[in-house]
Nanobody
């Protein structure tokens, strides 16, 4: 079974930077999209950034040029470099993979990571 393992969440001061990493474990044939979502206090989970297979990265408007997503298709990893972090960026950040094809699967699936906590202090 494919799992996504995230790392890099931490406590940082406003204006600081963090780099989140996500790697798919298990045998994988292919993944369509990989990216990052977040859930901030009192809000629904929302897209931060994702990279379609062979496509251009997509960012949420609130990223405003502060974050950069990068994906290694050969390693099934996706990273999120976050700069100029603000207190409103505080939340749990989740890695997600869509269209995951793997052995013993009949249909492609969506896989979520367990999340990593990002806390930005003012």
């Amino acid at each position: 079974q494919v799992q996504l393992v995230e790392s890099g969440g931490d406590l940082v001061q406003a204006g600081g930077s963090l780099r989140l990493s996500c790697a798919a474990s298990g045998s994988v044939f292919s993944i369509d999209d990989m990216g990052w979502y977040r859930q901030t206090p009192g809000k629904e989970r929302e897209l931060v950034a994702l990279v379609p297979e062979g496509g251009v990265a997509i960012y949420a408007d609130f990223v405003k040029g502060r974050f950069t997503v990068s994906r290694d298709i050969t390693k099934n990893t996706v990273d999120l470099q976050m700069n100029s972090l603000q207190p409103e960026d505080t939340g749990v950040y989740y890695c997600r993979a869509d269209g995951v094809s793997a052995p013993a699967q009949i249909y492609p699936t969506t896989v979520w990571g367990r999340g990593t906590q990002v806390t930005v202090s003012s």
